[in-house]
């Protein structure tokens, strides 16, 4: 394979985050950075109503729907400049950026690793404060098991299929989501910041690599676009 060395490393750095944080004691610097970040954002929201109201709303399980509608629009933006005829190839290409993203997500939870997110770890310190209680609006500010942050996970996936498919500006946009709605997880104290730095990156680097940068994704891709009524040219191309 052309691109078996850039699979490789790709794999050693993902491999290599991962125990960065899963070998030392504590979780090594990682645990310090993590308790930093939690710790400043939640000082924030302790001392400011309206921000932990902001976090609330931002954290409401049917917010998700706009991090969907702006995966979805970005999609749509290159789906429409598609030739008609290859558009079918799109819609197989989506079907298959969704399997892939949830067998990815189903695989990242069989890691040894299993632990509360800030805001259960910290609950009994002096002046951490529940999002969800302080602002009376019912969010998504903690869980029982963060790692690796499957919604960080998600959106990274997706980021990666726009690099692959459609070039390093659908990329940024891919990483501006990312960063935009991951982000509001870990400022509410829903997951650490290394959940998503380490642990939905870590599976990414690892699993996805072989996926998208061999031609599995393409097979599977021609796979579906077969099997969709009215399509001719069946390869994608």
């Not at 490393?9 to 125990?19: E, K, P, S």
């Not at 609950?123 to 098991?145: C, L, W």
Request: net charge positive.
């Amino acid at each position: 394979m052309r691109r078996l060395p850039a699979v490789i490393l790709l794999n050693i750095l993902g491999i290599a985050l991962f125990v960065s944080w899963y070998l030392p004691s504590h979780h090594g610097f990682w645990s310090r950075l993590d308790t930093a970040i939690f710790m400043f954002f939640n000082h924030i929201a302790a001392n400011s109503h309206a921000y932990a109201v902001f976090l609330a709303v931002t954290n409401y399980r049917a917010f998700d729907i706009t991090s969907l509608l702006a995966m979805g629009l970005l999609y749509l933006h290159y789906l429409l400049r598609t030739p008609p005829d290859r558009r079918y190839q799109l819609i197989s290409l989506g079907i298959v950026m969704l399997l892939s993203a949830l067998v990815l997500n189903q695989l990242g939870h069989l890691l040894p690793v299993s632990r509360p997110s800030p805001t259960l770890f910290f609950q009994n310190e002096d002046g951490v404060v529940r999002v969800s209680q302080f602002s009376r609006i019912p969010t998504k500010d903690a869980s029982m098991d963060s790692f690796p942050g499957d919604h960080g996970m998600m959106l990274m996936i997706f980021a990666a299929y726009m690099l692959r498919y459609f070039g390093g500006r659908a990329f940024a946009c891919g990483m501006a989501i990312v960063v935009l709605f991951s982000l509001p997880r870990v400022m509410i104290g829903a997951h650490w910041f290394s959940d998503i730095a380490v642990g939905s990156l870590s599976v990414v680097l690892v699993g996805l690599s072989w996926w998208l940068m061999t031609d599995a994704s393409d097979k599977a891709v021609s796979w579906f676009n077969q099997r969709l009524p009215g399509v001719r040219d069946r390869r994608y191309q």
